[in-house]
């Protein structure tokens, strides 16, 4: 081993002190861990959030009512308190991503005993106990590499791709993982919508508007109100999927249009079978 390889080593050595008991309230309870560790106090619906054990969790947020904070504060607590566990923070671009990851590694700066890191980039980070959390842009081709990933956060979900989500689900197939999806609407499509909009039983849901949030001031949303307008309010701040302001026809519209209890065309045949059953009895049209 070279001089720089045997420094290297040692410094690396050196940075892993003895670990720290671990705190099995906090293992318990993340509500106690962001309070007491991170000293964080969570609005009653962050603490729906970090309570809630569902392996599927959607939350429709306003801007700035603190979704990403929480996010992060579950990512850590997963990374700590699950041994060799599989964090991935996605988004639609790897710059989004590293904020998040940003508010992970915040909140790790301000713990009184912080978990050692045997890796510590940018982008991702290792913890003594061989846990990892790393942050991943919204780009399907780049992303099956990763396995038994234990949580997926995807922030901004409702301008995720599908294609890129659904190259993530699998990969918490084996580890029984747990994916969390957090945006402000973005019209009325997508897997997020969709998912939102179709209630499905085993989702954890959470709506919070920004006139819920205690942090943002109610002159500060009238002034907005005033000055964006009533379409861009609503998505931003009052949760509402907008129908896309270049749509031709709006979504009401076009749901207006199908009516039921009317008999199909060709009864219960396929095209291709009405087609056959006429063939030989109808004449070619000339």
């Known amino acids: 081993?070279?001089?720089r390889a045997l420094t290297s080593r040692i410094e690396t050595l050196e940075r892993i002190k003895p670990p720290v008991a671990v705190n099995e309230t906090w293992k318990a309870s993340a509500v106690a861990f962001a309070t007491e560790a991170l000293h964080f106090d969570a609005d009653p619906w962050q603490t729906?959030?970090?309570?809630?054990?569902?392996?599927?969790?959607?939350?429709?947020?306003?801007?700035?009512?603190?979704?990403?904070?929480?996010?992060?504060?579950?990512?850590?607590?997963?990374?700590?308190?699950?041994?060799?566990?599989?964090?991935?923070?996605?988004?639609?671009?790897?710059?989004?991503?590293?904020?998040?990851?940003?508010?992970?590694?915040?909140?790790?700066?301000?713990?009184?005993?912080?978990?050692?890191?045997?890796?510590?980039?940018?982008?991702?980070?290792?913890?003594?106990?061989?846990?990892?959390?790393?942050?991943?842009?919204?780009s399907e081709a780049t992303v099956r590499c990763y396995s038994a990933v234990n949580l997926i956060v995807e922030d901004e979900a409702a301008r995720v791709s599908d294609a890129f989500n659904m190259a993530t689900r699998p990969m918490l197939a084996v580890s029984g993982g747990r994916l969390i999806e957090l945006s402000t609407p973005?019209?009325?499509?997508?897997?997020?919508?969709?998912?939102?909009?179709?209630?499905?039983?085993?989702?954890?849901?959470?709506?919070?508007?920004?006139?819920?949030?205690?942090?943002?001031?109610?002159?500060?949303?009238?002034?907005?109100?005033?000055?964006?307008?009533?379409?861009?309010?609503?998505?931003?701040?009052?949760?509402?999927?907008n129908d896309q302001l270049d749509s031709f026809f709006i979504s009401q519209v076009i749901e207006s249009a199908f009516i039921t209890g009317v008999e199909p065309l060709l009864g219960h045949l396929s095209f291709d079978e009405f087609m056959r059953s006429h063939s030989s009895s109808t004449p070619p049209v000339r």
């Not at 959470?206 to 009238?222: Q, V």
């Open 186 to 241: 973005f019209g009325k499509r997508g897997h997020f919508y969709n998912t939102w909009s179709k209630q499905f039983a085993n989702w954890h849901r959470i709506n919070i508007t920004a006139d819920e949030c205690s942090r943002i001031p109610k002159e500060f949303l009238e002034t907005e109100l005033l000055e964006i307008g009533q379409w861009w309010y609503a998505q931003e701040y009052q949760n509402v999927f």
């Open 48 to 138: 729906d959030a970090l309570t809630t054990l569902s392996k599927r969790a959607i939350w429709l947020c306003s801007r700035q009512t603190g979704k990403s904070t929480t996010a992060a504060v579950i990512g850590l607590h997963t990374a700590i308190y699950t041994p060799k566990a599989l964090v991935l923070l996605v988004s639609p671009s790897l710059r989004q991503s590293m904020e998040l990851y940003r508010k992970v590694t915040t909140f790790i700066n301000v713990m009184e005993h912080p978990p050692t890191l045997v890796e510590d980039t940018k982008t991702s980070l290792e913890l003594t106990n061989g846990s990892r959390i790393v942050c991943l842009p919204g």
């Open 1 to 3: 081993m070279n001089t």
